[in-house]
């Protein structure tokens, strides 16, 4: 059986993951906006108004200067938070680059979330590169979840599921380092 210098194997996964984030970016743009995408920035910012009124009252009277944001009490009343810690940290995103365009704004989430979500692919590749000691089952189980019908496009616009699951592959990465090392 042939086999292939290491070198070259990693330098042709490198290649993968590179083309596959590359072909990542230049898609999220192709993604409509989902109804509940407004209502995930609005949670957004109910978290970071809250959060801010506490801890930097003067910023962030200025940064909601223009913005109509209820109460997260009055908002606990009507909606389900879900992915508050997401949401708020792209509201902060939103508001840093100071980006205004509603177009641009969904695009640029799409784009954090892929990169997030990726992030978490390779991960899953180490994960089970430490598991299985074989780079092409390694990179067949990052193939079969990238296939997926349901999760690719989930990788751009879902900021609830897919950013639970990387984390928990994340999470699970360093449990397994933790326990093989010790």
């Given at each position: 059986?042939?086999?292939?210098?290491?070198?070259?194997?990693?330098?042709?996964?490198?290649?993968?993951?590179?083309?596959?984030?590359?072909?990542?970016l230049s898609i999220s743009n192709d993604y409509g906006m989902p109804l509940d995408q407004l209502e995930y920035r609005q949670?957004?910012?109910?978290?970071?108004?809250?959060?801010?009124?506490?801890?930097?009252?003067?910023?962030?009277?200025?940064?909601?200067?223009?913005?109509?944001i209820v109460s997260i009490t009055k908002y606990q009343e009507s909606f389900p938070f879900s992915g508050v810690p997401l949401h708020s940290t792209l509201a902060f995103i939103e508001v840093l680059?100071?980006?205004?365009?509603?177009?641009?704004?969904?695009?640029?989430?799409?784009?954090?979330?892929?990169i997030f979500n990726?992030?978490?692919?390779?991960?899953?590749?180490?994960?089970?590169?430490e598991r299985y000691k074989d780079r092409l089952i390694s990179l067949s189980g990052v193939t079969i979840l990238i296939t997926s019908p349901r999760f690719f496009p989930e990788m751009f616009y879902n900021p609830n599921d897919m950013p639970f699951l990387t984390s928990i592959i994340i999470f699970f990465y360093f449990v397994r380092k933790f326990f093989v090392n010790s």
């Open positions: 059986m042939y086999k292939i210098d290491k070198k070259i194997s990693n330098l042709l996964i490198l290649l993968i993951f590179v083309l596959f984030f590359s072909l990542g949670q957004g910012f109910v978290i970071l108004n809250y959060l801010g009124n506490i801890f930097f009252p003067d910023i962030t009277k200025s940064f909601v200067d223009g913005r109509e680059f100071d980006i205004h365009n509603k177009q641009e704004i969904y695009y640029f989430k799409y784009k954090l979330l892929f990726f992030i978490g692919l390779v991960f899953f590749y180490f994960l089970l590169l």
